[in-house]
């Protein structure tokens, strides 16, 4: 696996882990400043969704995590693949289903990683 790959990987999972830790622990205070287009009074009815949310985002985190862990080159490129693919997909649902701007950086870490591993990995001789 590429250096750039796994630079990727872990800025996908750091930022996963930042959001884990908003939408868990600082969702009426930070979550109410990242989406301030919200109405305030949103924020505290909506706390134990978030919280739900946030345990997904620490899950991708942590499954990006192990991906870096593992040892064997070939399994290291499908799981981080398998957790890249659940990043992007997630930030085009977050896309369509919240603005544009808020999945553009899941999707495009998640992606970047894909293509990181896709490009960084040796080709077989022919």
């Given at each position: 696996?590429s250096k750039?790959a796994?630079?990727?990987i872990?800025a996908?999972?750091?930022v996963?882990l930042y959001?884990?830790w908003?939408e868990?622990?600082?969702?009426?205070?930070?979550?109410?400043?990242?989406?301030?287009?919200?109405?305030?009074?949103?924020?505290?009815?909506?706390?134990a969704?978030a919280?739900n949310?946030?345990?997904y985002?620490?899950?991708?985190?942590?499954?990006?995590?192990?991906s870096?862990?593992?040892r064997?080159?070939d399994?290291?490129t499908?799981?981080?693949a398998?957790?890249l693919?659940f990043v992007?997909?997630a930030?085009?649902?977050?896309a369509?289903?919240?603005?544009?701007?808020?999945?553009l950086p899941q999707?495009?870490l998640?992606?970047?990683?894909?293509?990181?591993?896709?490009?960084?990995?040796?080709?077989?001789?022919d």
């Amino acid at each position: 696996m590429s250096k750039i790959a796994r630079i990727i990987i872990g800025a996908t999972a750091a930022v996963h882990l930042y959001i884990a830790w908003f939408e868990v622990f600082a969702w009426t205070t930070v979550g109410r400043d990242t989406f301030d287009t919200f109405d305030p009074e949103l924020f505290s009815e909506t706390e134990a969704l978030a919280a739900n949310q946030g345990v997904y985002n620490a899950f991708l985190a942590i499954g990006l995590i192990w991906s870096l862990l593992i040892r064997d080159d070939d399994w290291h490129t499908r799981i981080a693949a398998c957790f890249l693919a659940f990043v992007a997909i997630a930030g085009v649902t977050a896309a369509i289903t919240v603005t544009f701007a808020t999945g553009l950086p899941q999707m495009a870490l998640g992606a970047a990683g894909l293509c990181a591993l896709a490009f960084g990995r040796p080709r077989d001789a022919d």
